[in-house]
């Protein structure tokens, strides 16, 4: 709390500093907008606190949207920076009405200092474009055409990835992992007992095959074909699977799927059986209860299936 306010008053005594500067330098400010009987000092007051909003607006702009951009949930983000900006309305709303008012100010009289502060606008305004977009855009929008896209760009890989994670587990040990953006775990389950994700170590991960090094080397490998985990149970399932976007997986078979097994798979509204050895999941996590796009799909392959006869 202390390097904060510390920090505070350094800005702002800095942001006074070049104020009187550029007040003194007459030639740089054309018009400032102030009645012409207006002390020097009030027109230093007054461009100082210009210069604090101008910069820690758009200072919260770029941090907002630096922390959106590597959040799995920016609207939820969104809200709780809405609820600070509430709580400290006293603050944030004359920090608001000067930013708008030299917003305006420098778009329609563009000389001298005001320039710099039409750079520092231009970027604000970047920053609130890039926000919108990260808030309206859903990265996690999916449907059978973009997981089919996805899984003939990264098949090789896909099979690539399992068949290490494979090789890196012992006999019957069941590994279950999500990782977000930044590359840290966020859902670890695995069938050996008493491994806690808060106390892993090397010699904790070494336990199921696994250590930080790998982890590192799973998540950039699954990173690089965006996707997002793996699931591994042969002591639980005959497949192993790779998490996609949220609430979608490619489920990879070992075995050959069997007619009926095709069939039965199909008929369920969350998956779609690809080939005999992949399919197309949806699981709980997605508010979506089927495919999009899924009967489409189908009636083209039934289609093309009877051109092949």
Known sequence: MIAFLSFLILFILLCFIASWWIVKRSTWIKNDGLPENTTAWGR?????????SVFVVTGVLLFTAFVLDRSEDPNDELFWLFVIVVVFCYIAIPVACIYVYSFFKCLFDRQ????LFLILHAIGIMAILYIAYLCIVD???????????????????????????????????????????????????????????????????????????????LYRALNKMGCKGINIAPTLYPYSEIYFRRGYSFRLYKQALTDEEMNNLNASSCFLVVNRHTVF?????????????????????????????
């Open 112 to 115: 001298g200092v005001e320039k």
């Open 44 to 52: 230093i007051g007054f461009f100082t606190l210009r210069l604090v």
């Open 139 to 217: 990265p996690d929008h999916c449907d059978v055409r973009i997981m089919e896209k996805h899984y003939h760009t990264h098949q090789k890989e896909l099979t690539a990835v399992v068949s290490k994670v494979e090789g890196w587990l012992p006999d019957s040990v069941n590994v279950d992992l999500t990782f977000d953006k930044r590359g840290d775990i966020t859902d670890f389950e695995t069938n050996i007992r008493g491994l806690n994700l808060n106390e892993m170590t090397d010699k904790e991960w070494g336990k199921i095959g696994l250590s930080t090094a790998k982890l590192d080397t």
């Open 281 to 309: 999941a949806l699981d709980g996590t997605c508010t979506k209860r089927e495919f999009e796009g899924k009967e489409k799909y189908l009636q083209e392959q039934k289609l093309l299936q009877r051109g092949i006869e």
